[in-house]
C-alpha cells in the first residue's frame, strides 16, 4: 500500500451514514489535506465562469479542504466567503489561504442549514458535493424519509434567502433532474432550473438556478419516473470517493 492509499484509508468512514456525522469530518479534517469531491475546477471551470463574474459576492457552502475557493481567486473573483460546519476545516483553510497570500477570502464557521447572512447579500451560491451528504440516509430516492426532505429543504431556503435579487444558485451533484426537481421547484421558490453535464464515465450535474426566473407554468410536482438509472447513496474503496454517489445499476 502507497502513502497516498494508506491515507485515503485512514480517511474513508466505514458506513455512508458517518457522512452525517460532524465529528466524523473534524477527524477526517484533521488527517487530510485537501480532497476534491466530484472533479476537480478544471472539469467545470468553463461553465462556472459563465456565471460567476469579476465583481460577484459569493458564498461557497461546505468548503471543507477543497481548493475551489482558491481556483476562483486565481480567475478573478476575489469577493468570497467559504463556510463549514467544522472548526477544524476552517481553521486550517484560513491558514492555507493566508499562507498564499489570499487575504481576501472570508472563512467561517457555520451551518449551511442555519445560514448566519442577510437577506440577499449574495450575488452566487455554490455548492459542490455538500446537498449530496443529505441524502446518504434518505432511504427511496422516489419518496425520500422526511427527515431528508426537511434538512434538504432547509438548506434551500437559506440559500434562496441569502441570494440577491435575480442571484444564482449552482449546485454540483450526482444527483440526477428527476430526483433533484420536486426539491428546486417547490413553491417557495422563485428561481428557474436548469442544468448541464461534465465528466468522463459517470456524469456529474451542474445546475444553474436563477432566482426571480421562474416561469409561471413551472411544475411544482415530483418528475415523472424515467428510464434513467436510480442513485443510491453509499461508500465505496474505490481509487476516487465520489462514487459514494455512484449509479446503482443493480436496480436496473
Known amino acids: ?4 492509499e494508506a491515507q485515503k484509508s485512514d480517511v474513508a468512514p466505514d458506513t455512508a451514514s458517518a457522512y ?9 479534517f484533521e ?6 469531491w466530484f472533479k476537480d475546477y478544471s472539469y467545470f471551470r468553463d461553465l462556472i465562469l459563465q456565471y460567476i ?11 471543507g479542504n477543497s481548493q475551489l475557493c482558491e481556483e476562483l481567486y486565481r480567475d478573478g473573483i476575489t469577493e468570497l466567503t467559504c463556510i463549514d460546519l467544522s472548526s477544524i476545516a476552517v481553521e486550517k483553510m484560513k491558514q492555507r489561504l493566508l499562507s498564499k497570500g489570499y ?11 442555519d445560514l448566519p447572512f442577510e437577506d440577499e447579500c449574495f450575488d452566487v451560491v455554490v455548492e459542490k458535493g455538500t446537498m449530496d451528504v443529505l441524502f446518504v440516509d434518505s432511504g427511496d430516492p422516489w419518496n425520500p424519509e422526511p427527515a431528508t426532505v426537511s434538512k ?8 434562496h434567502r441569502v441570494l440577491k435579487p435575480h442571484g444564482i444558485f449552482i449546485s454540483i451533484t450526482f444527483g440526477q433532474p428527476h430526483f433533484r426537481r420536486p426539491f428546486f421547484n417547490a413553491p417557495a421558490f422563485t428561481w428557474s432550473v436548469e442544468w448541464r453535464t461534465f465528466g468522463d464515465g ?4 451542474f445546475y444553474i438556478l436563477k432566482k426571480g426566473e421562474r416561469a409561471s407554468d413551472c411544475s411544482t410536482e415530483h418528475a ?4 434513467m438509472p436510480s442513485i443510491t447513496l453509499f461508500h465505496e474503496e474505490l481509487d476516487n470517493e465520489d462514487y459514494l454517489f455512484r449509479t446503482n445499476l443493480d436496480e436496473l
Open 224 to 227: 415523472a419516473k424515467s428510464d
Open 202 to 205: 459517470f456524469h456529474y450535474f
Open 103 to 113: 487575504k481576501e477570502i472570508k472563512v467561517l464557521e457555520a451551518d449551511m442549514l
Open 53 to 63: 463574474k469579476p465583481n460577484s459576492a459569493v458564498l461557497e457552502v461546505g468548503c
Open 20 to 28: 452525517l456525522d460532524p465529528n466524523y469530518w473534524d477527524r477526517r
Open 31 to 36: 488527517q487530510e489535506e485537501h480532497y476534491e
Open 1 to 4: 500500500m502507497n502513502l497516498s
Open 152 to 159: 434538504v429543504m432547509a438548506m434551500l431556503e437559506g440559500v
